[in-house]
């Protein structure tokens, strides 16, 4: 093979393989679906009901998934959500029963190296937490809460449509606990989320 043609060979290969790279690279239009497997770790000091220490169980796990669309190759929005999470209830270091806690947070992302040929996408966002309860031990009931996440985040390309997803997110998330129908505390969950799965992107 001539020199001519060797170096023709070489940058016809190395525009391929770019063409291949840019494709992986997120880009304004993309949409993507999450799904995965966290872990959750409430703070160490969780409120006061009747005068007592109320304490709630961590590092409790669940599956999650979500969904997105970028409407700019740096900048997309995010919905995601988990199953619903148990926790152990103790007031007062006896026993009190559990409650079920389901997340659900809606995001601005952030992507630095969108649209860049990286096959390494990390993101930060930042956006609004909804936190619904349910199956509150009998005489309580635990209000929903709005408040304020944030979260950081990476994408590693294995295809042009598959990725290996990475995530930490941080919640702020309190619950009015009401007794017998009058007012009596606080419940301070704030989560710190970790976990990983596979994002789909179309």
């Known amino acids: 093979m001539t020199k001519t043609k060797m170096l023709s060979a070489t940058v016809i290969a190395a525009s391929f393989a ?28 969780n409120g006061e009901v009747l005068g007592q220490d109320l304490g709630i169980s961590s590092g ?13 190759d740096n900048i997309g929005l995010e919905l995601n959500t988990s ?7 103790t007031l ?3 026993d009190l029963g559990t409650i079920d ?4 947070n809606l995001l601005v992302n952030y992507y630095p190296l969108g ?8 993101y930060v966002g930042a956006g609004l937490n909804y936190t619904r309860f349910s199956g ?15 979260q950081v985040g990476i994408d ?27 007012r009596q505390g606080t419940a301070k969950v704030d989560p710190m989320t970790i976990g990983g799965g596979v994002t789909f992107r179309f």
Do not use: W
């Not at 509150?136 to 944030?150: F, K, L, M, N």
């Open 115 to 122: 649209g860049l040929d990286s096959r390494v996408q990390p």
């Open 156 to 182: 590693l390309a294995v295809t042009d449509n598959i990725m290996l997803n990475g995530f930490a997110n941080y919640a702020d998330v309190d619950s009015r606990i009401s007794v017998a129908g009058e």
């Open 18 to 45: 770019m063409a291949g790279q840019a494709a992986l690279a997120y880009s304004a239009g993309d949409v993507f679906v999450r799904g995965g497997f966290a872990k959750s770790d409430t703070r160490s000091d």
């Open 92 to 94: 007062g270091g006896g």
């Open 136 to 150: 509150e031990p009998e005489g309580i009931d635990a209000r929903r809460s709005y408040g304020a996440v944030g």
């Open 101 to 104: 806690r389901m997340p659900v």
């Open 60 to 72: 409790e796990t669940g599956f999650t998934l979500g969904a997105g669309y970028l409407f700019h």
């Open 83 to 89: 199953e619903k999470i148990e926790h152990d209830l």
